[in-house]
């Protein structure tokens, strides 16, 4: 985890956001999902509270709206769930633009759709926010098993590695011409996967062997040590905190 880490959740600035500690963050969008996903889904205006929280979060991490909503895409299959409720769930039936949906596949799609847009939107914030090495030293501050940090680690650089040795392949196999078009190419698609596993499979060898030559012995150094100040745990809990009031107050008028 020693060198930095860029991905294409993340968008780079200097903001009292950016600035706080990985974990202090990683904590509070735990605590404010658990929040969100604790509040009776009658109370509508909740959710949207919910919603201005973070977007004053977005105001203060100066993120785009663009930025932000592009990368709320990847709800989509969730979405089409959702809207899939009101159709097969069972029980009372009400008429809705001439359709009978069922009145409990509505609260539940809305269920669905409310807390987990607000749960992506904060997962979204955190990562535009916070580099990926940032969140693995943020990971191991909060004493999450060592082993799974480092696999995470691991796994989050042989992705880029991966990726970009099919970007290769891809060039090369272009480069003479070849175009898949139709299932008679699968057989070259598949060999080019077979090449890709066994250049990974060596790579990773290689890597191993080099960093147990460097004294690797199932753990890795920390080389940054990730502290938070009070004021800093104190900005970090006022999103969390202020949805629990919210909350709170949900289920004393529902």
């Known amino acids: 985890m020693g060198a930095g880490h860029a991905h294409r959740l993340y968008r780079h600035g200097h903001s009292p956001v950016h600035a706080l500690p990985p974990h202090t963050k990683l904590t509070a969008v735990f605590c404010f999902v658990v929040v969100v996903v604790s509040t009776p889904r009658e109370a509508m205006w909740a959710f949207a509270a919910y919603a201005l929280l973070l977007a004053s979060v977005a105001y203060a991490a100066r993120v785009p709206l663009l930025f932000w909503l592009k990368r709320l895409l990847i709800e989509i299959p969730f979405v089409a769930f959702a809207l899939l409720l009101p159709f097969v769930a069972q029980g009372e039936r009400t008429e809705v633009l001439g359709m009978?949906?069922?009145?409990?596949?509505?609260?539940?799609?809305?269920n669905v759709l409310a807390k987990g847009t607000?749960?992506?939107?904060?997962?979204?914030?955190?990562?535009?926010?916070t580099e990926l090495r940032e969140l693995l030293l943020g990971l191991q501050r909060l004493k999450l098993p060592p082993l799974?940090?480092?696999?995470a680690s691991f796994m989050i650089r042989y992705g880029d590695v991966i990726a970009d040795e099919m970007r290769r392949m891809r060039i090369a196999r272009e480069s003479r011409g070849f175009e898949a078009r139709g299932v008679r190419h699968w057989g070259v698609l598949a060999k080019s996967a077979g090449a890709l596993f066994i250049r990974s499979y060596e790579r990773g060898e290689r890597v191993h062997l080099a960093m147990v030559s460097r004294g690797y012995a199932g753990s890795m150094p920390v080389i940054d040590e990730a502290t938070a100040t009070r004021a800093q745990w104190t900005y970090a809990l006022t999103l969390p905190l202020t949805a629990l009031a919210v909350c709170l107050l949900g289920w004393t008028l529902s």
């Open 100 to 110: 009978s949906l069922s009145v409990h596949g509505l609260w539940g799609a809305w």
């Open 148 to 151: 799974l940090v480092q696999i």
């Open 118 to 129: 607000l749960g992506v939107a904060a997962s979204v914030l955190l990562a535009a926010t």
